[in-house]
C-alpha cells in the first residue's frame, strides 16, 4: 500500500481519537448523564409543552 | 354545513405514589418504555416522561420518585412536590394518576389525601390486589370510589390486569375531571390558616393556594417557604403565632395533619376494606424470620454474595474462551492482510483488535453480574440486605438509607450519586457521595478477573480465585464505613436520622426484567468497547508506537549481535541466522526491536517518567501507563495492557493471550533486573489500587453536579491518595509474607 496513504488513514483515527474523547469529557462535564435515573425527557418535554403554550 | 374537526388538546398526567408501589411498572405498561424497576424502594429519583395514545388523544406521562407525603424533605420528594404545584419546568398536570399498595390502603391513601388537597383531578390505580387478595384484604372498590370521589381502579400492573380499564378511566376523567373528596379540616387549623395568610399578605412573593399554606404550616421546613417572598427570620415569628391555634386546639402542629388525616381515613375505610384471617403466617414474614436475623441474616447475606462472585468466575470462563478465539480470528486474517503495511498492521492488529478485543472478552462476567443483581433485585432481597446494614451503618454515623446508593453502587457510580436524592439531610447526602464511588462498580470487575486469571487461580486454585473476587468487592465497603465514621465525625456532623424501610414482599423476579437488565448492562458495556474503549486504544497505541527513529531498531541489532559475538559466533553465522525468519536468534531480534521502540514512545517516556512515584506499590512503567490511562474510565487498563504486550512481544510469541504475557514479563533494568515483572503482592495492589480509586470521569462530574465542585475535587483527591496508599501497603506486606 501507498505509503502516504498509510500516514493519512493513521493521521485521520488519531485525529478523529483525540476529537471524540475531548468531545465525550467535555461533553461529560457539562452535562453529566443520570445514570438510570435520567429527566432529560423531562426537560425536552417542558420545552415542547411551552412551546405549544401550555 | 362542513365540520371542523379539532384534536383535543394534548394532556399532561402525572403518576404518584408510596414508593414501590408500582408506579414504574405502570408507566413502563402505558407507555411501552422500559424504565428501571426493582423490588425496593427509591429506584426512581427523577422524574420520567414518556408518552401514549388514548382515544386519539395524546398524553404525556409523568413517572415521580416514590413519597410517603408531600412534606418534602429530600430532594427527589421535593421533585414530586414541585410537579403537582406547577413550580418545576412542567405546567401543572390536568390528571393526577395516584398508585396505591392495595395491601397497605390506608397508609397509601394519606398521600393520596395530601394530593387531593390541592385540588388537582384523580385516578385511583389500585395496585397489586392479588397479594392484598392472598393477605385475606378484601377492597369494595365501588364503596371506595363514591367515598373519595374519584374513579378507583383494581390492577395488578406487573400482570398488565385491569391497564384497559385504568385506560378507560383515565379518558373519562379528561373529558369530566373529578377532583377527590379531601379532609374536612377542623377550626383549630382554619383559624391557624387566617393568621398565616394574613402574615404573609405583604410578602413580595406569589399568592399561595390553602393546599401550599397547609404545607407551610403542617411541614417542619417546607420547601414552599421560599415561594412566600418572606425572609425566614420573619416567617418563624409568624408561624409561630399560626401555630399558637394548633396548640390551643390541643394538637401538635406536626403531628397534627397526620392524626386528622388517619381519623378521617380510619371511617373513610370503616366499610370498604375487610381484613380476614387467613390463619397462615404470610411467606414473606416466614422467610424474613432467617433472612432479617441479626446473625443467621448477616451470615447468609454473605454467603449469598460468595456464591454470587464464585459463580460469576466459574461460569464465565467458556464464554469468554470463545470471545477470545473470536477475537483471534478476526485479528489473524486483518494481520495477514495489512502486512504489506507495518503501521497499519499495527494499529490495527496490536492497537484497535488488542484494545477493544480485550475488553469485550469479559462481556460474560458483566452479564453474570447484573443477571444476579437483577435477581436479588427483583426478588425483594436487596431490601432485607439493607436492613442488615443498617446497624453497621448507624455505628458509623451513616444515615441508614445510605445503604441504597452504595448498594447501586455495585453496577455504576453514576446512579449511585444519584440515589443520594432521597437522604433528606445533606450533611449524610454528602459523606454518602463521597463514599458511594468506593463501592465496587462493574467497569472494576474487568481489572480483578484478569488479575486473579493470571496471578491467583493459577497458584491456588477456582475457590480461591472466587473467594479474592468476593473479597475485593467487599473491600470497598470495608473501607467506606471507618471513612464515613471520619467524615461524620470531623468534617460533617449531619443529624442522625432513623432508617425507615418499608420490606416489600418477596416476589418472584419477572424474567423479562432480568433479561431486560442485562441487555441493556451488557449493551452499555458494548457500546464503551465500541466508542471510548476503541479511540482510547488509537490514542494508546499512537503514544506506544511514534516516534519510530531506525536508530532503535540498529542499534537492537548491534546490541543482539555483539551479544552473540562475545558467545563466540562468527559474523557470518549470526547473519545466516538472522536471514531465517523462524530462527530464534531472528525471533530474539524481534523480540529485542519491539521492546526498543516502546520503550522510547512517548508513552514509554512518559512512563518512565513518572513510574518512581508507584515504585512503592511494585508497579513498573507499563503498568503506570496503564493506571494513568485508566483515569478517564478505569477499564481502559485492559486494553492499553493490551496494546503495551501486543506491541512489545513478537507476533509468533506462544502466550498470545493478554494474562499469559503478563505473567512471562520480566523487569528489564533496575536491582530487579531478570525478575517477574507480576507476582501475587503484584496483582493484589494492582486491585487494591483500583477499589480505591476514583477512575471514572463521568462518574467525578455527576459528584461535581450534585455536590458541586469542591467536594469533586476533593473526592478524586482523596480517593487517589487512598488507592496509592492501600497498593504501597499490600504491596509491602505481600512481599515480605510471600518473599
Same mark, same amino acid.
Given at each position: 500500500?501507498?505509503?502516504?496513504?498509510?500516514?493519512?488513514?493513521?493521521?485521520?483515527?488519531?485525529?478523529?481519537?483525540?476529537?471524540?474523547?475531548?468531545?465525550?469529557?467535555?461533553?461529560?462535564?457539562?452535562?453529566?448523564?443520570?445514570?438510570?435515573?435520567?429527566?432529560?425527557?423531562?426537560?425536552?418535554?417542558?420545552?415542547?409543552?411551552?412551546?405549544?403554550?401550555? | 354545513?362542513?365540520?371542523?374537526?379539532?384534536?383535543?388538546?394534548?394532556?399532561?398526567?402525572?403518576?404518584?405514589?408510596?414508593?414501590?408501589?408500582?408506579?414504574?411498572?405502570?408507566?413502563?405498561?402505558?407507555?411501552?418504555?422500559?424504565?428501571?424497576?426493582?423490588?425496593?424502594?427509591?429506584?426512581?429519583?427523577?422524574?420520567?416522561?414518556?408518552?401514549?395514545?388514548?382515544?386519539?388523544?395524546?398524553?404525556?406521562?409523568?413517572?415521580?420518585?416514590?413519597?410517603?407525603?408531600?412534606?418534602?424533605?429530600?430532594?427527589?420528594?421535593?421533585?414530586?412536590?414541585?410537579?403537582?404545584?406547577?413550580?418545576?419546568?412542567?405546567?401543572?398536570?390536568?390528571?393526577?394518576?395516584?398508585?396505591?399498595?392495595?395491601?397497605?390502603?390506608?397508609?397509601?391513601?394519606?398521600?393520596?389525601?395530601?394530593?387531593?388537597?390541592?385540588?388537582?383531578?384523580?385516578?385511583?390505580?389500585?395496585?397489586?390486589?392479588?397479594?392484598?387478595?392472598?393477605?385475606?384484604?378484601?377492597?369494595?372498590?365501588?364503596?371506595?370510589?363514591?367515598?373519595?370521589?374519584?374513579?378507583?381502579?383494581?390492577?395488578?400492573?406487573?400482570?398488565?390486569?385491569?391497564?384497559?380499564?385504568?385506560?378507560?378511566?383515565?379518558?373519562?376523567?379528561?373529558?369530566?375531571?373529578?377532583?377527590?373528596?379531601?379532609?374536612?379540616?377542623?377550626?383549630?387549623?382554619?383559624?391557624?390558616?387566617?393568621?398565616?395568610?394574613?402574615?404573609?399578605?405583604?410578602?413580595?412573593?406569589?399568592?399561595?393556594?390553602?393546599?401550599?399554606?397547609?404545607?407551610?404550616?403542617?411541614?417542619?421546613?417546607?420547601?414552599?417557604?421560599?415561594?412566600?417572598?418572606?425572609?425566614?427570620?420573619?416567617?418563624?415569628?409568624?408561624?409561630?403565632?399560626?401555630?399558637?391555634?394548633?396548640?390551643?386546639?390541643?394538637?401538635?402542629?406536626?403531628?397534627?395533619?397526620?392524626?386528622?388525616?388517619?381519623?378521617?381515613?380510619?371511617?373513610?375505610?370503616?366499610?370498604?376494606?375487610?381484613?380476614?384471617?387467613?390463619?397462615?403466617?404470610?411467606?414473606?414474614?416466614?422467610?424474613?424470620?432467617?433472612?432479617?436475623?441479626?446473625?443467621?441474616?448477616?451470615?447468609?447475606?454473605?454467603?449469598?454474595?460468595?456464591?454470587?462472585?464464585?459463580?460469576?468466575?466459574?461460569?464465565?470462563?467458556? #464464554?469468554?474462551?470463545?470471545?477470545?478465539?473470536?477475537?483471534?480470528?478476526?485479528?489473524?486474517?486483518?494481520?495477514?492482510?495489512?502486512?504489506?503495511?507495518?503501521?497499519?498492521?499495527?494499529?490495527?492488529?496490536?492497537?484497535?483488535?488488542?484494545?477493544?478485543?480485550?475488553?469485550?472478552? %469479559?462481556?460474560?462476567?458483566?452479564?453474570?453480574? #447484573?443477571?444476579?443483581?437483577?435477581?436479588?433485585?427483583?426478588?425483594?432481597?436487596?431490601?432485607?440486605?439493607?436492613?442488615?446494614?443498617?446497624?453497621?451503618?448507624?455505628?458509623?454515623?451513616?444515615?441508614?438509607?445510605? %445503604?441504597?446508593?452504595?448498594?447501586?453502587?455495585?453496577?455504576?457510580?453514576?446512579?449511585?450519586?444519584?440515589?443520594?436524592?432521597?437522604?433528606?439531610?445533606?450533611?449524610?447526602?454528602?459523606?454518602?457521595?463521597?463514599?458511594?464511588?468506593?463501592?465496587?462498580?462493574?467497569?472494576?470487575?474487568?481489572?480483578?478477573?484478569?488479575?486473579?486469571?493470571?496471578?491467583?487461580?493459577?497458584?491456588?486454585?477456582?475457590?480461591?480465585?472466587?473467594?479474592?473476587? %468476593?473479597?475485593?468487592?467487599?473491600?470497598?465497603?470495608?473501607?467506606?464505613?471507618?471513612?464515613?465514621?471520619?467524615?461524620?465525625?470531623?468534617?460533617?456532623?449531619?443529624?442522625?436520622?432513623?432508617?425507615?424501610?418499608?420490606?416489600?414482599?418477596?416476589?418472584?423476579?419477572?424474567?423479562?426484567?432480568?433479561?431486560?437488565?442485562?441487555?441493556?448492562?451488557?449493551?452499555?458495556?458494548?457500546?464503551?468497547?465500541?466508542?471510548?474503549?476503541?479511540?482510547?486504544?488509537?490514542?494508546?497505541?499512537?503514544?506506544?508506537?511514534?516516534?519510530?527513529?531506525?536508530?532503535?531498531?540498529?542499534?537492537?541489532?548491534?546490541?543482539?549481535?555483539?551479544?552473540?559475538?562475545?558467545?563466540?559466533?562468527?559474523?557470518?553465522?549470526?547473519?545466516?541466522?538472522?536471514?531465517?525468519?523462524?530462527?530464534?536468534?531472528?525471533?530474539?531480534?524481534?523480540?529485542?526491536?519491539?521492546?526498543?521502540?516502546?520503550?522510547?514512545?512517548?508513552?514509554?517516556?512518559?512512563?518512565?517518567?513518572?513510574?518512581?512515584?508507584?515504585?512503592?506499590?511494585?508497579?513498573?512503567?507499563?503498568?503506570?501507563?496503564?493506571?494513568?490511562?485508566?483515569?478517564?474510565?478505569?477499564?481502559?487498563?485492559?486494553?492499553?495492557?493490551?496494546?503495551?504486550?501486543?506491541?512489545?512481544?513478537?507476533?509468533?510469541?506462544?502466550?498470545?493471550?493478554?494474562?499469559?504475557?503478563?505473567?512471562?514479563?520480566?523487569?528489564?533494568?533496575?536491582?530487579?533486573?531478570?525478575?517477574?515483572?507480576?507476582?501475587?503482592?503484584?496483582?493484589?495492589?494492582?486491585?487494591?489500587?483500583?477499589?480505591?480509586?476514583?477512575?471514572?470521569?463521568?462518574?467525578?462530574?455527576?459528584?461535581?453536579?450534585?455536590?458541586?465542585?469542591?467536594?469533586?475535587?476533593?473526592?478524586?483527591?482523596?480517593?487517589?491518595?487512598?488507592?496509592?496508599?492501600?497498593?504501597?501497603?499490600?504491596?509491602?506486606?505481600?512481599?515480605?509474607?510471600?518473599?
Amino acid at each position: 500500500m501507498n505509503e502516504w496513504l498509510d500516514k493519512i488513514i493513521v493521521s485521520v483515527l488519531i485525529l478523529w481519537a483525540l476529537g471524540y474523547v475531548v468531545w465525550i469529557t467535555v461533553k461529560k462535564f457539562k452535562r453529566p448523564g443520570c445514570g438510570d435515573s435520567c429527566s432529560c425527557d423531562a426537560k425536552k418535554l417542558a420545552k415542547n409543552l411551552s412551546r405549544k403554550g401550555r | 354545513m362542513p365540520t371542523t374537526l379539532v384534536a383535543p388538546k394534548e394532556a399532561l398526567i402525572a403518576v404518584i405514589g408510596n414508593p414501590n408501589t408500582g408506579k414504574t411498572t405502570l408507566f413502563n405498561k402505558l407507555t411501552g418504555k422500559r424504565q428501571r424497576v426493582g423490588n425496593y424502594p427509591g429506584i426512581t429519583v427523577e422524574k420520567k416522561t414518556g408518552r401514549l395514545e388514548i382515544s386519539g388523544r395524546q398524553i404525556n406521562l409523568v413517572d415521580l420518585p416514590g413519597a410517603y407525603s408531600l412534606a418534602a424533605t429530600s430532594p427527589d420528594e421535593r421533585v414530586a412536590v414541585d410537579v403537582l404545584t406547577g413550580n418545576s419546568d412542567l405546567p401543572t398536570p390536568d390528571l393526577v394518576v395516584c398508585v396505591a399498595d392495595a395491601a397497605n390502603l390506608q397508609r397509601n391513601l394519606f398521600l393520596a389525601m395530601q394530593v387531593a388537597d390541592f385540588g388537582l383531578p384523580m385516578v385511583l390505580a389500585l395496585n397489586m390486589t392479588d397479594e392484598a387478595g392472598k393477605l385475606g384484604i378484601e377492597i369494595d372498590v365501588d364503596k371506595l370510589s363514591a367515598k373519595l370521589g374519584i374513579p378507583v381502579v383494581p390492577m395488578v400492573a406487573v400482570k398488565s390486569q385491569g391497564l384497559d380499564q385504568l385506560k378507560l378511566a383515565i379518558s373519562a376523567a379528561l373529558e369530566r375531571p373529578q377532583i377527590p373528596l379531601t379532609v374536612n379540616w377542623p377550626a383549630g387549623v382554619t383559624d391557624a390558616l387566617d393568621t398565616l395568610e394574613a402574615g404573609l399578605a405583604n410578602g413580595e412573593g406569589e399568592p399561595l393556594t390553602h393546599a401550599e399554606l397547609r404545607r407551610i404550616l403542617f411541614d417542619a421546613d417546607s420547601a414552599l417557604l421560599e415561594r412566600t417572598g418572606v425572609h425566614k427570620d420573619k416567617i418563624r415569628p409568624l408561624l409561630a403565632a399560626a401555630r399558637e391555634h394548633l396548640f390551643k386546639a390541643g394538637m401538635n402542629p406536626l403531628a397534627a395533619e397526620a392524626l386528622i388525616v388517619y381519623k378521617h381515613l380510619g371511617s373513610l375505610l370503616a366499610d370498604v376494606e375487610q381484613h380476614h384471617d387467613t390463619g397462615k403466617v404470610p411467606f414473606s414474614d416466614k422467610l424474613d424470620r432467617v433472612l432479617t436475623h441479626r446473625v443467621w441474616g448477616l451470615l447468609i447475606f454473605l454467603g449469598v454474595m460468595y456464591v454470587v462472585f464464585q459463580s460469576i468466575y466459574a461460569w464465565a470462563s467458556p #464464554f469468554m474462551d470463545a470471545i477470545e478465539w473470536l477475537t483471534k480470528l478476526v485479528q489473524e486474517p486483518v494481520s495477514a492482510w495489512l502486512a504489506s503495511s507495518p503501521v497499519l498492521q499495527s494499529l490495527f492488529a496490536d492497537g484497535v483488535i488488542a484494545g477493544v478485543g480485550g475488553m469485550l472478552v %469479559f462481556l460474560p462476567q458483566i452479564l453474570i453480574l #447484573f443477571f444476579f443483581i437483577a435477581l436479588l433485585e427483583d426478588s425483594g432481597y436487596m431490601a432485607r440486605a439493607a436492613f442488615l446494614m443498617d446497624k453497621l451503618f448507624s455505628w458509623c454515623g451513616l444515615n441508614g438509607k445510605s %445503604f441504597v446508593p452504595m448498594l447501586s453502587g455495585f453496577a455504576c457510580g453514576i446512579p449511585a450519586v444519584m440515589a443520594t436524592r432521597t437522604i433528606e439531610d445533606r450533611k449524610s447526602r454528602l459523606t454518602t457521595i463521597l463514599i458511594a464511588p468506593l463501592m465496587s462498580c462493574s467497569a472494576r470487575l474487568p481489572v480483578y478477573v484478569i488479575m486473579i486469571g493470571a496471578f491467583i487461580e493459577p497458584h491456588y486454585g477456582a475457590k480461591w480465585a472466587g473467594f479474592t473476587l %468476593f473479597a475485593m468487592h467487599l473491600l470497598g465497603l470495608t473501607i467506606a464505613l471507618p471513612l464515613a465514621w471520619f467524615f461524620t465525625k470531623f468534617m460533617f456532623k449531619g443529624k442522625s436520622q432513623p432508617f425507615l424501610l418499608e420490606l416489600p414482599p418477596y416476589r418472584w423476579p419477572a424474567p423479562l426484567n432480568v433479561i431486560w437488565r442485562m441487555w441493556e448492562r451488557g449493551g452499555q458495556f458494548v457500546k464503551r468497547a465500541g466508542t471510548i474503549i476503541f479511540a482510547m486504544s488509537v490514542l494508546i497505541w499512537a503514544l506506544c508506537y511514534f516516534p519510530r527513529p531506525e536508530s532503535v531498531e540498529e542499534q537492537a541489532k548491534q546490541e543482539v549481535v555483539q551479544s552473540e559475538q562475545a558467545k563466540g559466533s562468527t559474523l557470518t553465522a549470526i547473519d545466516e541466522q538472522l536471514a531465517k525468519a523462524d530462527s530464534p536468534l531472528a525471533l530474539a531480534l524481534e523480540h529485542e526491536t519491539a521492546s526498543a521502540y516502546l520503550e522510547q514512545s512517548y508513552m514509554g517516556r512518559a512512563g518512565k517518567f513518572i513510574q518512581p512515584l508507584f515504585a512503592p506499590a511494585g508497579f513498573d512503567w507499563k503498568i503506570t501507563v496503564g493506571v494513568l490511562a485508566s483515569f478517564p474510565a478505569r477499564e481502559v487498563i485492559i486494553s492499553t495492557l493490551g496494546i503495551i504486550y501486543n506491541l512489545g512481544t513478537d507476533v509468533d510469541e506462544e502466550s498470545d493471550d493478554l494474562k499469559s504475557r503478563m505473567a512471562s514479563e520480566h523487569w528489564t533494568s533496575g536491582p530487579l533486573k531478570g525478575r517477574p515483572v507480576f507476582n501475587v503482592p503484584i496483582a493484589l495492589a494492582i486491585m487494591v489500587f483500583f477499589a480505591l480509586c476514583m477512575q471514572c470521569g463521568a462518574t467525578v462530574a455527576i459528584v461535581i453536579r450534585e455536590a458541586g465542585l469542591k467536594w469533586g475535587i476533593f473526592s478524586f483527591a482523596y480517593m487517589t491518595v487512598l488507592a496509592w496508599i492501600g497498593s504501597v501497603l499490600i504491596y509491602q506486606i505481600g512481599m515480605r509474607i510471600f518473599a
